[in-house]
């Protein structure tokens, strides 16, 4: 009876203390809890990441009679996210042209609508003019690519340059039949020899055909993207029907630079449906 009555008055004592506990314990406020400080490995840039710079270039223009392309060598502001071809190009269409020296486009802009004005891949630069560009003659939109391939390809990523019109291959002639293709540097810069060149073939283009460099999309090694490679494509003559089944002829190729890439299927048969 004794132990009883002991273990009763020891569970009061516990019971007592235990209340008394936590009488004592009160919840703090969430803002009146401290928190551990925080160390910042990488402090945030003061400044924009991407800032202009200045690139030296080499800018191609055209004598007085536009027979022969003429260099000036400047320095270029390259504005932020802005390509260096691209700011060439603004620099060649925009800026002062030099004393003695002739636009090599006059009047022409790049385009600014529809997607990017110029693009670099794999080596191969696609320009974008605006449609001022069709107010040009022949020989002088002739002309202007000449100069804008040369300025281009002065830059070390660059090898090949193709010229469009709102996103379009104008043609050589008024007619726009004869393909103006894939323009490489051309070291002499004589206007005046290569326009000569054009004219000749326009005369026999319809019995001998000509030969153009010609820009092609083929898949990527992983079958992810598609590659812009420049091919040598000999064409019978200056007919649309001729020029789409070269062009398709040589896609069909697939990528030539690496036997991984997926293969292409044979174009034709579906051009013509068998």
Known sequence: MVKRLRLAALCAALSLALCGCANQLTERRAAEMPL???QIAYPAPGEDGVA???LPAVLHYLNQDATRLRSDAVNVTVRGGESEAEAVLRALFTDKVPDGLYAAAPGVQLQR???PAVTVCEGVATVNLSASARLLTPRAL????VAIANTLTELPDISYVNVLVEGREEGLNLQGTLPAGTFSRQAAGDVEILWQQVEVQQNQSA???FTRAVTVYVPSPEGTLMLPQVRSIAFGDAGSAT???AVL???AKGNLRDAHAPPMPDLLAYLVGE
């Open 52 to 54: 202009d710079r200045v």
């Open 207 to 209: 019995a001998q055909g």
């Open 36 to 38: 551990p400080d925080i």
């Open 113 to 115: 609508e529809g997607g």
């Open 249 to 251: 002829r040589e896609v």
């Open 243 to 245: 020029l789409i089944a």
């Open 142 to 145: 002739y002309a202007a690519r």
